[in-house]
């Protein structure tokens, strides 16, 4: 059974930094390109970072330059995202979500698979 189990998630101060798992289970993650996506309350999911099978990574949203870096880990079949310099809008469930082919897509609908989430709060 293909499973990817998202953790790190919480509540950080405005500036402060968290980073994220993405784990997985049943299935080897180093084949497959890795999104992280979020939702906001009442806004529709964005995608966030993307990295491919070979470590390329790519930028979806504007608002996370220099400050979330993707990466991955294929020995502990896992990817990370390390969010910096955190700010209230960056409150989101985030998501991360496996891409059945190598290069990463800007289109949410050919990832197959997909994590429960994980909860960011950015508060003081």
């Known amino acids: 059974q293909f499973q990817l189990v998202e953790s790190g998630g919480g509540l950080v101060p405005p500036g402060g930094s968290l980073r994220l798992s993405c784990a997985a289970s049943?299935?080897?993650?180093?084949?497959?390109?890795i999104g992280w996506f979020r939702q906001a309350p009442g806004k529709e999911r964005e995608g966030v970072q993307c990295?491919?099978?070979?470590?390329?990574?790519?930028t979806y949203s504007e608002s996370v330059k220099g400050r979330f870096t993707i990466s991955r880990d294929n020995a502990k079949n896992t990817v990370y995202l390390q969010m910096n310099s955190l700010k209230p809008a960056d409150t989101a469930v985030y998501y991360c979500?496996?891409?059945?082919?190598?290069?990463?897509?800007?289109?949410?609908?050919?990832?197959?698979?997909w994590g429960q989430g994980t909860q960011v709060t950015v508060s003081s």
């Open positions: 979500a496996a891409l059945p082919v190598g290069s990463c897509s800007g289109e949410q609908y050919r990832f197959d698979y």
């Open positions: 049943g299935f080897t993650l180093e084949y497959f390109a």
């Open positions: 990295i491919s099978n070979s470590g390329a990574g790519t």
